[in-house]
């Protein structure tokens, strides 16, 4: 199944104050940037063929992909000046790169690479800078059940501030803790059907327009993860997921704990 990355924003929370032009998606965590992690995470379940949807910053997305280092994070042996990979990241994968635009909002960006997905019933689609361990198969054969045009994984409230209640007169009725409440919040990872392009309109938005629509007409599905699942829309995230890494903790690398499509074998993958 195709996989529709979206990676052409700005992330002007992650800029900390710099006139870097890197786009989110790049942002570092471990030796290799967000985006690498989340295709990584997907072609762990078989998908492979990439779609990203390319805005600011696209040269730093083509350069990494043009110039990729297997060695960064594969075993290999060096022998006679020659390079012998053990194992290979991206080897088997196929990669479309699509200039979408500088301003264009994330709907625009899905109906200009539409062609690319060659009339495919159904797809993946991701914001490409959000690490989850969510059970990819499980999330495609609910929704390839179920007679709707999206899914939606929808994730807790992360919030860590508290809802307060006022009665007229001033006086605290009550306060609860956004996690606790009943809220569910949009976890970025969907399943969709040709059918959403039907109520995406020019220079429209995927959730606020194709979503919603969808939801308005009961063919919207949901699925619920409790499991791990980390943005990455500040500095402050990017950097304690990158802290993370560093001592071992990612339960996102589904793909070093062994099960579907971890690796691809060294014998097709040549040397660097």
């Not at 195709?2 to 800029?15: A, D, H, S």
């Not at 109906?111 to 969510?134: C, I, K, P, S």
């Not at 919040?185 to 392009?197: I, T």
């Given at each position: 199944m ?22 989110k ?79 264009s ?19 993946l ?17 609910n ?71 969808l939801?308005?007409q ?24 990158d ?12 793909w ?17």
């Amino acid at each position: 199944m195709k996989v529709v990355l979206f990676c052409g924003g700005y992330g002007m929370r992650m800029r900390n104050g710099t006139s870097d032009d890197v786009p989110k998606p790049m942002a570092m965590v471990g030796p290799r940037p967000l985006i690498w992690h989340v295709m990584r995470y997907y072609a762990h379940f078989g998908h492979k063929e990439f779609i990203l949807c390319l805005g600011y910053g696209a040269h730093h997305i083509k350069d990494f992909f043009l110039n990729y280092e297997e060695t960064t994070s594969n075993d290999f042996v060096l022998r006679g000046g020659r390079t012998e990979l053990l194992s290979t990241d991206i080897a088997d994968w196929t990669i479309t790169f699509a200039q979408t635009g500088i301003e264009s909002p994330i709907g625009e960006r899905l109906r200009r690479v539409r062609h690319h997905l060659d009339g495919d019933e159904m797809f993946l689609a991701n914001y490409a800078d959000v690490l989850t361990d969510a059970p990819l198969p499980e999330m495609i054969d609910n929704f390839a059940r179920r007679d709707a045009g999206a899914s939606m994984m929808v994730v807790p409230p992360q919030s860590s501030f508290h809802c307060v209640e006022l009665g007229e007169d001033g006086l605290v009725g009550g306060i609860t803790a956004v996690s606790d409440m009943p809220l569910w919040e949009n976890g970025g990872y969907f399943v969709l059907r040709q059918e959403v392009f039907d109520h995406i309109p020019e220079n429209g938005d995927l959730v606020a327009d194709g979503c919603a629509q969808l939801a308005k007409q009961g063919r919207l599905v949901a699925h619920q993860h409790r499991g791990f699942w980390k943005p990455t829309d500040t500095v402050k995230e990017r950097a304690a997921l990158d802290e993370a890494y560093t001592r071992g903790d990612r339960p996102w690398a589904v793909w070093e704990q062994g099960g579907t499509v971890a690796r691809v074998p060294a014998s097709r993958a040549g040397a660097a």
